[in-house]
């Protein structure tokens, strides 16, 4: 607050003629009046002053005196100083699916990884809190939930429903009690249906059944099914990978291996492909 500041006090003593009242003055210094002059509080040791001008990031300082009923003046107290923070903190990131990249699809409709990044240049963070819901800044699957100063969570127990889009959303509160502004990311797809495969061809056109060739081989392939995430890219073998190991060739739908181990002469071989959803 810019308008209002609250103290209190204690450990004051008059053992001979009493307090009769105490005092408090504010100040940018220690132990200054450069913001309230010295003002009577009676017997109470407590104040709260709605009618200040304070400015953030600025240290005000809280000074307390009193005196007896004969007129001896005390020693002053002063506070240590309370900093003004108006300034909300920031949500810089959400990720989905990752501790460290935001992923668009993943393959289990239980539990998500989650995780993000903020900063607060005053007071600092507080907390952070995280909600999940099937609409952007929705909380329907996951109200609001306070995470302390941790910056990653892994939300479990869910049952997230195949080809539908959750989306995660953050906010950060500063020690001051400021709260920012909410951060939802972009959604995270689930995905459980593998793809399916309709034909592999042996050759670069249709299918063959013999090949002169002892060194290389060729093949293509189609018609791998997958209407949600989409494909992301293949992994191709010889014989389960006894003649040719598993190998990751990306989105191409056609290959020619050179130089491959040498089969046995007429023993049949066969490609196998694999394909990875995104």
């Known amino acids: 607050s810019t308008t209002t500041l609250s103290t209190e006090w204690d450990g004051f ?16 210094t220690s132990g200054g009046t450069e913001t309230l002059s010295w003002a009577d509080n009676t017997t109470d040791t407590t104040i709260t002053n709605t009618r200040l001008v304070l400015t953030n990031g600025i240290t005000y300082y809280v000074s307390v005196r009193s005196t007896d009923n004969v007129g001896n003046v005390s020693e002053l107290s002063v506070s240590d100083g309370i900093t ?3 300034d909300a903190p ?79 959303s953050i906010r950060a509160t500063d020690i001051a009690g400021n709260i920012s502004d909410i951060m939802t990311g972009d959604g995270i797809l689930i995905d459980m249906t593998a793809p399916v495969v309709e034909s592999i061809l042996d050759g670069s056109g249709n299918d ?9 081989l060729t093949a293509n392939w189609s018609g791998f099914g997958e209407l949600v995430s989409g494909v992301a890219g293949y992994e191709i073998a010889v014989n389960d990978g006894n003649v040719y190991p598993w190998t990751w060739i990306g989105s191409v739908l056609s290959l020619s291996l050179i130089h491959i181990s040498e089969p046995t002469r007429r023993t049949p071989i066969s490609y196998a492909v694999f394909c990875l959803k995104k």
């Open 84 to 86: 003004i923070d108006t």
């Open 90 to 168: 920031m949500v810089l990131e959400v990720l989905e699916g990752s501790i460290t990249e935001d992923i668009d699809f993943q393959n289990s409709d239980s539990t998500i990884i989650i995780s993000w990044s903020g900063e607060d240049n005053a007071s600092g963070i507080f907390t952070y809190e995280n909600a999940l819901g099937s609409t952007p800044g929705g909380i329907d699957i996951w109200g609001w939930s306070f995470k302390g100063t941790a910056t990653a969570d892994t939300i479990s127990g869910l049952n997230l429903i195949e080809n539908q889009t959750y989306y995660l």
């Open 208 to 216: 063959l059944i013999f090949t002169g060739s002892d060194s290389s």
């Open 13 to 28: 003593s008059d053992g001979l003629s009493g307090i009769q009242n105490y005092e408090y003055a504010i100040g940018t």
